[in-house]
């Protein structure tokens, strides 16, 4: 293996090492561990954590995706995208734009709306309206928790087809 071929592989290692693993952190362990936490509080917490972690997630996925357009020129066979592992890179293409459409969607949209949705409760003057909007706080979290779920389906298939392409034909 030619050494730049060596030193760009490991930084696209390492990037997908932050990336997945930061993001398996934050989903299965940082968050669950907030739930306890009153809503103000966790909400506080989770915007300074995920602000924070946010830079470092997009800046691996910069890395990632220069790194990864390097090594795939290693699996196209000139213009021949019949091979396998041509194949296999397109799915992996699809998956990885898909989870990161569904991250940032995720990230944003139902991020702003539990910011929004703790504000309202924040500012609530009976107990009746409260009770509401927690309700709806709940629905808001379940469907993110559930999109936050199928990232971390998407992550694993994308490393799964990532060792299918190291395994010789």
Known sequence: MAPLNLIVLYIHIVAAIIFVGG???????????????????RNQVVVRVTRRFGRVVDASLVVLILTGIYNATWYLDGYNFNTLGA????????????MIFTIYFNNIYFG?????????????????????????????????????YLNIALMLTVILLAVMLQIPP
Not at 23 to 41: G, K, N, Q, T, Y
Not at 87 to 98: C, D, E, H, M, R
């Open 23 to 41: 993001s398996l952190f934050i989903w299965l362990a940082f968050l669950p561990a907030l739930r306890d936490l009153s809503d103000d509080i």
């Open 87 to 98: 194949k296999i890179l397109l799915a992996k293409t699809i998956l990885v734009a898909l």
């Open 112 to 148: 702003r709306k539990i910011s929004a949705t703790v504000r309202q409760m924040r500012a609530a003057a009976d107990q009746k309206q409260k009770e509401t909007l927690n309700a709806k706080l709940a629905s808001i979290r379940r469907t993110s928790h559930i999109i936050s």
